[in-house]
């Protein structure tokens, strides 16, 4: 259950609405999510977390996919159930298959393996490694 209402459009403040119109704009759907609904309440958070994500998610160097599969990746090791529910639909929109969302799984098990072993170990860095 969260820990703040999910507002309804019809509680929304002004501000809030404005952003809410831009994410149905800017995504070409009604639909708003039940985490735009929760930081509803917090209207300059609400569109400081959507201007960003927006720039951050949009058109760049990385695709969409490989954008998503990131996203569902972070989510992952910070076990962020929502997230990686979230993102795991936008990958599979943008064309990602069972096989490519469990090789992912396999490789964040691994880094997240691997990373605990060179961290409980303090396996110093290669020189090879380390900028020039």
């Known amino acids: ?47 400081r977390t959507w201007e960003s994500l927006k720039q951050v998610m949009g058109p760049g160097t990385l695709d969409p996919l490989t954008k998503e599969l990131i996203y569902v990746a972070v989510s992952m090791a910070n076990s962020c159930e929502y997230c990686i529910r979230s993102h795991s ?10 096989a490519q969302f469990m090789e992912l799984v396999s490789i964040v098990a691994m880094a997240s393996e691997t990373n605990r072993l060179a961290i409980a170990l303090q396996v110093p860095v290669d020189e090879a490694f380390k900028p020039v």
């Open 1 to 47: 259950m969260s820990t703040v209402r999910l507002l309804a459009d019809a509680d929304l403040s002004p501000e809030a609405a404005a952003v809410f119109a831009d994410i149905r704009a800017t995504r070409k759907t009604d639909f708003i999510n039940n985490f735009w609904r929760a930081l509803a309440n917090d209207p300059p958070a609400l569109r």
């Open 89 to 98: 639909a936008a990958a599979r929109s943008k064309g990602m298959s069972e």
